[in-house]
């Protein structure tokens, strides 16, 4: 019996003189991705859990690691919950760049990120 592995994509771009970069790694029942600036780093680090589908409600979130970019992290976590209907964890480092000048970089990211995966074919290991 073949068990699915975890997906990994990588994605960037340059912007403002600056590399703004993605890993993004889902598993069955969850993703998560890495945002940073310049070069792939754990950041400030958010979950969100989506509610169920026979449930009302907004996604929840939490922040789990750092205060830096606590805004970013969380409204990034909380989207990609609810676009992928899975638990959620996303972390935003940033080193020069402002959280309001990066979010629109890292959105775009990000629908690139969840785009390119629904794309691509499962591969047999």
Known sequence: MQVERAKVVKEEVFEQDTRFLAVYVEAKNSCMIMLSEK???LG???IAVPKPKDLMGSVTSSVLLGDKNVISARMFAEYVASKKGK?????????????????SFFMHLIDKLIKSESQKEPTAI
């Open 39 to 41: 070069e792939d780093k």
């Open 87 to 103: 638990i959620a964890m996303v972390s935003v480092y940033l080193d020069t760049v402002t959280e309001l000048q990066a979010q």
């Open 44 to 46: 400030t680090l958010a």
